[in-house]
């Protein structure tokens, strides 16, 4: 692993090599998990605009094992994307394992395993940070899930379950002792769901005792947030979720500030409404017709936001059912008829 730290400009730039096994991330700035949005096209675009990795959306063990129609589609990877991890959930070691050699088979680079969702929905089940309460158990899970694949897997996790148990580096040593490659933290415990701030500071605890790359995760917005949460934590990479959401540039934008120093200006209104139709046809193409435009919504407000006039847009895309008015009223909002507000 290489971390060369230096001063450009008066601001602190970076330049990063991270290995995770075999797999080599140049510029460690990567694409968080998340559910309903780092999806096929929205990992493509991503990646494109330059990313070191990026992940899927969490996949629950068993239906991927089930072979249910709706996770095999979430699963699904391109060559332009690779390397791309695929972020598991389950309870089960065999499950686990189970998902993990079926999308290594799938064309896989990396297995992420999901110590972190905070959704009621998955700590009921056990799942997901709820882990993060019994590690005896979550040992278990990390050492199937590394016997039963080749390539490298990774772990997510929190701070802890609640402040009485902030048990992430000790978490950390049981993973890197199974074999995990690389870590990832939110800095956040589970009760606090994505209420309050990200602690950065705290990931320095994690990173003093292990020695595989640790990469801090949580309320990573802007150029500020990637120096400071990078000074704090001491991590050796950055995770990026919501601050991408309608912003695909982003990442590729932290990576060239992290080599440079220099902080480049969002696309032009017309260039955002040019990469809001590809994405939104992208959409189209992968989930059809009907779910794709319905999909696509959430990221056409993501893109509108801070814009004149982005609530009526919004409200006027949501009532069409023809894409191809959708792709028209999108040309029309961003052709830069509406200035941005200021800043």
């Known amino acids: 692993m290489v971390c060369l730290r230096f001063s450009h400009n008066d601001s602190v730039a970076y330049l990063m090599t991270i290995n995770v096994g075999p797999v080599q991330i140049d510029d460690p700035v990567i694409l968080a998990p998340m559910s309903g949005v780092s999806d096929l096209p929205f990992r493509r675009l991503v990646k494109r605009w330059g990313a070191g990795l990026v992940v899927s959306e969490m996949i629950a063990s068993q239906a991927m094992v089930n072979a249910n129609h709706k996770t095999m589609k979430m699963t699904t990877n391109c060559a332009a994307e690779q390397p791309m991890a695929v972020q598991l959930a389950g309870y089960e070691p065999e499950l686990m394992a189970q998902a993990a050699k079926m999308n290594e088979d799938r064309g896989a680079a990396i297995i992420d395993i999901n110590m972190g969702c905070p959704v009621k929905k998955v700590v009921n089940k056990q799942s997901g940070s709820a882990l993060m309460r019994d590690l005896d158990h979550a040992r278990r899970m990390i050492e199937a899930t590394v016997e039963a694949v080749d390539i490298p897997v990774t772990l997510k996790m929190r701070k802890g379950w609640d402040d009485d148990s902030l048990?992430?580096?000790?978490?950390?040593?049981?993973?890197?002792?199974?074999?995990?490659?690389?870590?990832?933290?939110?800095?956040?415990?589970?009760?606090?769901?994505?209420?309050?701030?990200?602690?950065?500071?705290?990931?320095?605890?994690?990173?003093?005792?292990?020695?595989?790359?640790?990469?801090?995760?949580?309320?990573?917005?802007?150029?500020?947030?990637?120096?400071?949460?990078?000074?704090?934590?001491?991590?050796?990479?950055?995770?990026?979720?919501?601050?991408?959401?309608?912003?695909?540039?982003?990442?590729?934008?932290?990576?060239?500030?992290?080599?440079?120093?220099?902080?480049?200006?969002?696309?032009?209104?017309?260039?955002?409404?040019?990469?809001?139709?590809?994405?939104?046809?992208?959409?189209?193409?992968?989930?059809?017709?009907?779910?794709?435009?319905?999909?696509?919504?959430?990221?056409?407000?993501?893109?509108?936001?801070?814009?004149?006039?982005?609530?009526?847009?919004?409200?006027?895309?949501?009532?069409?059912?023809?894409?191809?008015?959708?792709?028209?009223?999108?040309?029309?909002?961003?052709?830069?008829?509406?200035?941005?507000?200021?800043?």
């Open 167 to 343: 048990n992430a580096p000790e978490l950390a040593r049981i993973a890197e002792d199974a074999g995990v490659r690389m870590l990832t933290v939110h800095g956040r415990t589970r009760c606090q769901l994505y209420n309050g701030t990200a602690d950065w500071q705290f990931i320095r605890n994690v990173c003093n005792v292990v020695d595989i790359p640790v990469i801090v995760n949580g309320d990573i917005r802007t150029f500020d947030d990637v120096d400071m949460a990078l000074e704090q934590s001491g991590a050796d990479g950055v995770m990026i979720g919501r601050g991408a959401t309608g912003r695909p540039w982003f990442l590729g934008h932290v990576m060239h500030y992290l080599k440079t120093g220099e902080r480049l200006a969002p696309p032009s209104a017309a260039e955002q409404g040019e990469i809001v139709c590809e994405h939104v046809d992208h959409m189209l193409s992968h989930f059809g017709g009907y779910a794709g435009l319905r999909m696509a919504r959430k990221h056409i407000a993501w893109y509108s936001r801070g814009f004149n006039f982005s609530s009526e847009f919004r409200n006027k895309i949501n009532t069409m059912d023809d894409a191809s008015q959708v792709i028209s009223e999108i040309g029309a909002f961003f052709s830069g008829a509406w200035l941005p507000k200021a800043a």
